[in-house]
């Protein structure tokens, strides 16, 4: 199985990691509310996680403009 990080704004992978090597209840994802994790972590058919995180450039971005919050997308 596979997990992969990919970044809720601009859609790129920012990491992968193989499960064979990493103990799922170590990453957190049960600290996640409902809401969260139906937003955030997708379950495929083969077991592999797609994770929606954000990426170091996404977040330079937010932190020089905080009013981009509101926005689901943005353009940097």
């Known amino acids: 199985m596979?997990?992969?990080y990919y970044c809720r704004h601009c859609q790129r992978q920012v990491?992968?990691?193989d499960a064979k090597h990493v103990d799922v209840s170590q990453l957190g994802l049960d600290l996640?509310?409902?809401e969260d994790?139906?937003?955030m972590v997708h379950m495929h058919t083969n077991g592999?996680?797609?994770i929606r995180t954000?990426?170091?450039s996404c977040k330079?971005?937010?932190?020089?403009?905080?009013h981009y919050h509101?926005?689901?997308f943005f353009i940097h």
């Open 37 to 39: 994790h139906q937003q």
């Open 2 to 4: 596979k997990i992969r």
């Open 70 to 72: 509101e926005l689901d």
């Open 48 to 50: 592999d996680l797609n």
């Open 15 to 17: 990491g992968e990691l």
């Open 54 to 56: 954000i990426c170091d």
């Open 60 to 66: 330079e971005t937010l932190d020089q403009h905080p």
């Open 32 to 34: 996640l509310n409902e």
